[in-house]
């Protein structure tokens, strides 16, 4: 993640309930695929169960960008 969308995600995380939900979730998501890169080998449920936290984390990412993107657009006077 850049250092401007971090900075962003620190000044609105506080009063932003549905930036805080994703960024949880996207923390959340990762610890699980560190989970499951520790392991040498996966059984093909936890195959199937990495690829769909993948999914889900890719899709938060995409929330929290979106989100971040109207951050910006304020921050520049409605300019993009």
Do not use: C, W
């Amino acid at each position: 993640m850049e250092k401007r969308d971090e900075e962003l995600i620190h000044k609105y995380i506080s009063t932003d309930a549905e930036l805080k939900r994703y960024v949880d979730e996207h923390e959340e998501y990762e610890k699980k695929l560190q989970e499951f890169n520790r392991l040498i080998y996966l059984t093909p449920a936890e195959e199937l169960e990495k690829k769909r936290l993948q999914k889900l984390k890719l899709a938060g990412r995409d929330r929290i960008e979106a989100i971040l993107s109207r951050y910006r657009t304020q921050g520049t006077g409605g300019k993009a």
